[in-house]
């Protein structure tokens, strides 16, 4: 998941982060974030955007760090 458009919202990378949780079973996911399954479904439907905490513990529960790479400004 890559995204340097700081305009862009976030819902497409929830998506993901939810289709990736659907793989390894929501209910498994949502217990290790500690959220309900359905509240977890909602978070990651692409339809609305999650909490920033909630991006980094389902990340977590997953096994997936957030990388943050300095990118060069043309000022």
């Keep these: 998941m890559r995204s340097a458009d700081k ?3 976030c819902g497409g ?5 939810g289709d990736i949780a659907r793989a ?10 500690g959220l309900s ?9 692409g339809e609305r955007s999650p909490a920033f905490e909630t991006i980094l513990k389902v990340m977590g529960a997953l096994g997936l ?11």
């Design 7 to 9: 305009n862009r919202q």
């Design 13 to 17: 990378e929830a998506k993901a982060l």
């Design 24 to 33: 390894k079973g929501m209910s498994q996911v949502a217990r290790d974030v």
């Design 37 to 45: 399954r359905e509240s977890l479904y909602k978070a990651l439907s």
């Design 65 to 75: 760090k957030l990388h943050a790479e300095a990118i060069q400004l043309n000022s």
